[in-house]
């Protein structure tokens, strides 16, 4: 069973990663994590050949791209998993443009935004922030997963997500202003609550595994 994960972190080791990492562990998968960061290439272009009636793109991304390889692979794969740390109160932009080529071309214009992806592919999504979990709230950050959440389900037909706040950002706190933060309270957390987000992340990727491939 290949499961692939799209790792849109800039930090190929840290936070985001880890998780997948362990997502994937979940899955028991052949696949593997894939960087975003590795590769050349742009969002939507909003040419609409992916739209165009009769035409060799349809349903399809016709931008020639790094991308286009890895969105046939993440087609074809059993379980499909993204993360993404949290900027400003979003994904990533490599996440975001990602996501355009990924989920554009199989929305259809008809009165039920239905999708032409043609079986159910189990989604996971999962969200690293160094915000704590009043801040993720008070900003409305939920929202903004909630959504990308229903647009998953609507295309590919099944999605969750996960999300590890608070995260430890780097090695020595010291070598950067961060004045701001708990930072031994973001230790603390380092040590007794992102092992438990890993096991959630574990737990995510085995539910997906088990989920019908069929619509």
Same mark, same amino acid.
């Given at each position: 069973?290949?499961?692939?994960?799209?790792?849109?972190?800039?930090?190929?080791?840290?936070?985001?990663?880890?998780?997948?990492?362990?997502?994937?562990?979940?899955?028991?998968?052949?696949?593997?994590?894939?960087?975003?960061?590795?590769?050349?290439?742009?969002?939507?272009?909003?040419?609409?050949?992916?739209?165009?009636?009769?035409?060799?793109?349809? /349903?399809?991304?016709?931008?020639?791209?790094? $991308?286009?390889?890895? +969105?046939?692979?993440?087609?074809? =794969?059993?379980?499909? !998993? &993204?993360?993404?740390?949290?900027?400003?109160?979003?994904?990533?932009?490599?996440?975001?443009?990602?996501?355009?080529?990924?989920?554009?071309?199989?929305?259809?214009?008809?009165?039920?935004?239905?999708?032409?992806?043609?079986?159910?592919?189990?989604?996971?999504?999962?969200?690293?922030?160094?915000?704590?979990?009043?801040?993720?709230?008070?900003? /409305?950050?939920?929202?903004?997963?909630?959504? $990308?959440?229903?647009? +998953?389900?609507?295309?590919?037909? =099944?999605?969750?997500? !996960? &999300?590890?706040?608070?995260?430890?950002?780097?090695?020595?706190?010291?070598?950067?202003?961060?004045?701001?933060?708990?930072?031994?309270?973001?230790?603390?957390?380092?040590?007794?609550?992102?092992?438990?987000?890993?096991?959630?992340?574990?737990?995510?990727?085995?539910?997906?595994?088990?989920?019908?491939?069929?619509?």
């Amino acid at each position: 069973m290949r499961v692939i994960a799209f790792n849109g972190s800039p930090r190929k080791d840290w936070n985001t990663a880890i998780l997948l990492k362990h997502a994937l562990q979940g899955a028991e998968s052949q696949g593997a994590e894939t960087n975003l960061y590795d590769y050349t290439y742009t969002g939507c272009l909003s040419c609409f050949k992916c739209k165009l009636k009769g035409g060799d793109s349809l /349903g399809r991304c016709a931008t020639r791209d790094d $991308l286009r390889p890895l +969105l046939g692979e993440a087609a074809e =794969s059993a379980a499909l !998993l &993204v993360g993404s740390p949290i900027y400003f109160g979003s994904i990533t932009g490599a996440t975001k443009a990602f996501l355009e080529r990924l989920l554009f071309p199989y929305l259809v214009y008809d009165q039920g935004h239905s999708s032409l992806f043609a079986r159910k592919l189990p989604t996971g999504f999962i969200y690293a922030t160094g915000a704590n979990e009043s801040r993720v709230r008070e900003a /409305g950050y939920t929202h903004g997963f909630q959504l $990308l959440e229903g647009i +998953l389900q609507r295309t590919f037909g =099944s999605s969750e997500y !996960l &999300v590890a706040t608070d995260t430890y950002q780097f090695d020595d706190y010291t070598k950067y202003e961060t004045s701001g933060f708990d930072v031994d309270g973001k230790k603390r957390r380092r040590q007794e609550v992102f092992p438990q987000d890993c096991r959630r992340a574990f737990d995510l990727g085995a539910r997906l595994v088990r989920q019908p491939q069929t619509a």
